[in-house]
């Protein structure tokens, strides 16, 4: 049986170890990975946070992308290079810091062109959830010829990826970030507008305020998504998809009976496969390919224990790339 390494968890903590295929799971595809990306949930794993990992010992790493080496569905034979996401990897299954995974099929979607895998990874959890939010933004009726969208943790996976894309689709996009400092590199994926993070956060005693926003993803959560709730312009949305931070949510019911404004939730995780793989085209079709490598940097599976800490402290920009 092939030997390869896994970073695994324990309660203890994480170490690199040796495994071997037969040691795996119970799945209908067995995957040798080639690369796998750092995300926020990772990093919250890694750190031993209680609510991530759901049994031990655990395989960390929720995106993982590879070549199908044993298959029994007839539609993802050996030789298929696919993309898995979510899905419970990482939390409840083992996951895409190893050399092999034995995963789900339904879990599987074959990598589509022009991506190759490290560009799959690049993309990842985050940029599948960007995705979904700029898809979801246009199903409830933003368009490129509307007001700005603003972008939260606009230097992070999800935010990086956000602006990229919806720069693609022709929208004006404002940037909100905790680090004015990146601006450059904000508008080098498209933002027009920078803006410090404490315009949205600031306490405010107004149920509304003035009509600003056509559209919001949100990567923050708490404060943040309910000043952009106050500013959205009416029957506009905010995809909301992270907590960085904060969990609570203050705001009154004003907004929504009076400009009939929506909040989108975005679960990237228990998604069916058919659309996944929609979501999938649409980034073949949407996605800068220069602009995804120039916001992705590249490490090696033993240096994700030390750069981990960096995504909680809100230290690293754009996106993490791990070549397994």
């Not at 993802?76 to 895409?96: D, F, I, N």
């Not at 508008?187 to 107004?206: D, Y």
């Amino acid at each position: 049986m092939p030997e390869f390494r896994a970073l695994l968890l324990s309660e203890a903590g994480g170490k690199l170890a040796w495994l071997q295929t037969d040691e795996l799971p119970p799945g209908e595809v067995l995957v040798q990975v080639s690369h796998s990306s750092l995300n926020y949930k990772d990093a919250l794993a890694i750190a031993g946070r209680p609510g991530v990992v759901r049994k031990f010992p655990m395989i960390a790493g929720i995106d993982l992308a590879g070549v199908v080496v044993e298959s029994s569905a007839t539609d993802l034979p050996a030789g298929t290079e696919v993309a898995v996401t979510g899905c419970g990897l990482g939390e409840r299954h083992w996951g895409g810091y190893a050399g092999y995974a034995r995963v789900q099929a339904e879990w599987c979607v074959p990598i589509p062109a022009p991506f190759t895998a490290r560009q799959a990874m690049a993309i990842g959890t985050a940029g599948f959830t960007a995705m979904q939010c700029v898809d979801a933004l246009e199903r409830h009726g933003a368009r490129p010829d509307g007001p700005e969208i603003v972008v939260t943790g606009a230097a992070g996976g999800v935010g990086s990826l956000a602006i990229a894309l919806l720069a693609a689709r022709g929208f004006r996009v404002t940037a909100s970030t905790g680090r004015p400092a990146l601006g450059d590199y904000l508008r080098g994926l498209g933002a027009t507008e920078i803006i410090e993070r404490q315009v949205l956060s600031a306490e405010s005693a107004k149920p509304l305020e003035k009509e600003h926003w056509g559209g919001a993803v949100d990567t923050v959560g708490g404060a943040t998504l309910a000043g952009i709730i106050r500013q959205l312009r009416a029957s506009a949305s905010v995809a909301a998809c992270g907590l960085a931070g904060g969990t609570d949510l203050s705001t009154t019911v004003l907004p929504f009976i009076l400009r009939g404004v929506n909040l989108l939730g975005i679960n990237s995780v228990e998604v069916p496969n058919g659309e996944r793989r929609r979501i999938w085209r649409r980034l073949a079709e949407t996605m800068p390919i220069d602009k995804l490598d120039r916001l992705t940097a590249e490490i090696a599976l033993e240096r994700v224990p030390l750069y981990a800490p960096a995504i909680l402290e809100g230290d690293v920009q754009g996106r993490i790339v791990i070549v397994i």
